[in-house]
Each structure stands twice: as C-alpha cells, then as structure tokens.
C-alpha cells in the first residue's frame, strides 16, 4: 500500500490543523492505521492508531484531548485533527500502516510509510 501525507504547515498556538493521509493500492481497512512524528535531534514518536474498521482508536498521552483520529475507508483516507495546538507539537508527521493490531505504538510494527508533512507551531 502507498500512503501520502497532506495538510502540514505553520499555525500559531491554539490553531489547529488537519492533517490527511490517502492511501492507494490495496483496501485501506485491511490496515491499522498509526500516525507518528519526529522533531529534529528527537526520535520517532508515537501519536495516534486507529483500527481497521475505524471502531478503535488510541492515543498518546501529549496529545490525547487535543487529538482526533479518524478514517473513512470509503475514500482510503486516514485523518488527524490536531487542536489546540502547542509549541511543543512542532514536528515532521508521518503515516503508517500495519497488517498487525497489537504494539500500535511502535514504529516497527508498521510496514508501510508516508513520506511526511511538516507541522509547526509558533508561540
């Protein structure tokens, strides 16, 4: 499966965005979706996952309030709403898929990447 990554760019704190992600090449709810993000000097990180059907979905503790997963497997497109948005969630974000349900959180469990987008928020 091939995923792209839209809807990054520069917001002030409190804005918000949405981030996209369409995915092409085989039925998107065969897949797990994750989305991850890397600040500069900083590891890969976990943000959010959303099951197969839509009907589960987790978070990481930074952003769980201020986040929203979402997909709608009619158009193969994984979404992000991101409020209330800080500083601190300055970021590259990426997408990814996975043919498997459990350890949601790590990167390594997912086969399939976007190529990214570029978040950031200015204070």
């Known amino acids: 499966v091939q995923l792209q990554a839209s809807g990054g760019g520069l917001v002030q704190a409190g804005g918000s965005l949405r981030l996209s992600c369409a995915a092409s090449g085989r039925p998107a709810n065969n897949y797990f979706m994750g989305w991850f993000r890397q600040a500069p000097g900083k590891e890969r990180e976990f943000v959010a996952a959303?099951?197969?059907?839509?009907?589960?979905?987790y978070y990481a503790d930074s952003v769980k309030g201020r986040f929203a997963i979402s997909r709608d497997n009619a158009k193969s497109t994984v979404y992000l709403q991101m409020n209330s948005l800080k500083p601190e969630d300055t970021a590259v974000y990426y997408c990814?898929?996975?043919?498997?349900?459990?350890?949601?959180?790590?990167?390594?469990?997912?086969?399939?990447w976007g190529q990214g987008t570029q978040v950031t928020v200015s204070s």
């Open positions: 959303i099951s197969g059907s839509g009907g589960t979905t």
């Open positions: 990814a898929a996975s043919r498997y349900t459990f350890s949601y959180s790590n990167c390594n469990m997912y086969a399939y």
